[in-house]
Structures are given as C-alpha cells and as structure tokens.
C-alpha cells in the first residue's frame, strides 16, 4: 500500500525567509510525486511533479522540490516566503503503474509579515 | 492549461434529500476521474475512481448506495448524496485526468445538510 506523511500540521515562517514543507512517502515501485496548494474556500491548484529525470523539480509560483530516493522524500521549498503563500499543502504519491493518488494529511503554511 | 469545472460551489439541503454535484473536463477527455472529501482540517480522502463508460471503484468504507457516481462520458461525471444527513456535510472535491499524467481539480463542493 502505498502511503504519505506530511510529519508538520502547521509551518509558521516569516515573509522572505526560506520556507521547507516537509513530505516522505511509501509505495512499492517507482514513485510519481506532486505538490499541490489548496487556498482557502478553493479546490486544489497543482504545483510541481517529479516522474523522473532531474530530482530537483522546479514548480509553479517559485516553489521547487528536491525527491530523495534514499530519504523516500519529497520536501517542498521556496527560497523567499510571501504572505500570499500562507494555505493548505498537500504531498501526494502514486505509483507510477497505476491511478490511484494518496495524499498526505496537509500542512498549514502560515507566512507572516 | 486544462481546466475542470465543478458545480455548484456550495449547496446547501435539508436532511433527507438527495444532492448532485457535477464534475466537467472543459478542454480534455477525462478518462478517469476521481472524487475525494475533505473534512475540516482534514486531508483528502479517496472516495471512489470511475473510469467513462464503467462503474465506479469504491475505497473501503464508501457507501456505494449513498455515494451514487455517474461518468457517462469522456466530459462528465456526477456525484449524488442520496438522502443526505448531516454527517455528510463536507467539502467535496473531484479530479480528472485524461492522457497526461497531470490530474486536475476541481474547485470544490461545500455540501452542508441541515
């Protein structure tokens, strides 16, 4: 079974300081890894994916993500946090042979001025 | 980019009356799509996958008979809370995913049932 933790229910950061979500997962096989931010009162906007090739994947909104295939994780980064980015980020795995996506339980990400 | 368009946005019924959410691809052919609930402070939860043209996938635990799911084409699939209790109040999220490997949400669905 194929599975994701997002050990941090809320990150707290100050505007411009570097922001780390963190995101390890489980799945038998070669995984497919996303990011996506959920805004309040909105549905889920996708924000980066690694399916192969480089593990350093760059995304939307100057997020990247670094997928360590020893450490099974899948943290999400951003260099200079915004007070825009303050939402609900979820990690999310599936294996590449199949459908089904598994999302982690969510951090709260809370950017203050 | 493609977008997927869900309605209504929040809805709002009685106990015991049936509701229907409608998930649409606007600009791909969705062939799976997926429905999720979302409880307050709560991840997503996998409800059921239904490919077009087939019956639906339920995950353990979903009510097939309460959780009717509908993807009669490559564009459309509909979620129906029959004879909807309180318990089910929830935010509702679909997704879609044709021939890319990106999938593509849905705005959401706020169902309170008073």
């Known amino acids: 079974a194929q599975s994701v933790a997002q050990p941090e229910d809320q990150v707290n950061v100050a505007e411009g300081n570097p922001l780390t979500v963190k995101c ?4 038998s096989g ?36 670094e997928f360590n295939k020893s450490q ?31 999302f982690g339980g969510g951090t709260r990400v809370l950017v203050k001025p | ?14 106990s015991g009356t049936s509701v229907k959410i409608e998930c649409r691809s606007l ?16 991840s997503l939860m996998l409800m059921a996958t239904s490919n077009e043209g087939s019956k639906a996938t339920y995950e353990q635990g979903v009510e097939k008979d309460k959780f009717l799911i509908n993807h009669a084409s490559l564009t459309l699939s509909t979620l129906t809370v029959t004879s909807a209790h309180p318990e089910d109040s929830s935010f ?16 959401g669905t706020q169902l309170s049932v008073l």
């Open chain 2, 27 to 42: 600009d791909f052919q969705a062939t799976t799509m997926f429905w999720y609930r979302q409880f307050p402070k709560q």
């Open chain 1, 30 to 65: 070669n995984p497919y890894l996303f990011w996506y931010v959920q805004y309040p009162n909105r549905g889920l906007q996708f924000l980066l994916k690694y399916i192969t090739g480089d593990n350093l994947v760059k995304g939307s909104y100057g997020f990247e993500a």
């Open chain 1, 24 to 27: 390890t997962y489980s799945v």
């Open chain 1, 72 to 102: 099974t994780s899948f943290h999400l980064k951003k260099p200079s946090a915004l007070v825009s980015d303050s939402a609900l980020y979820f990690c999310a795995v599936k294996e590449a042979a199949g459908n089904k996506l598994t």
């Open chain 2, 1 to 14: 980019g493609a977008v997927v368009s869900q309605h209504p946005s929040r809805v709002i019924c009685k």
């Open chain 2, 92 to 107: 509702y999220i679909c997704s879609a995913t044709g021939r890319s490997e990106k999938l593509f949400f849905g705005s």
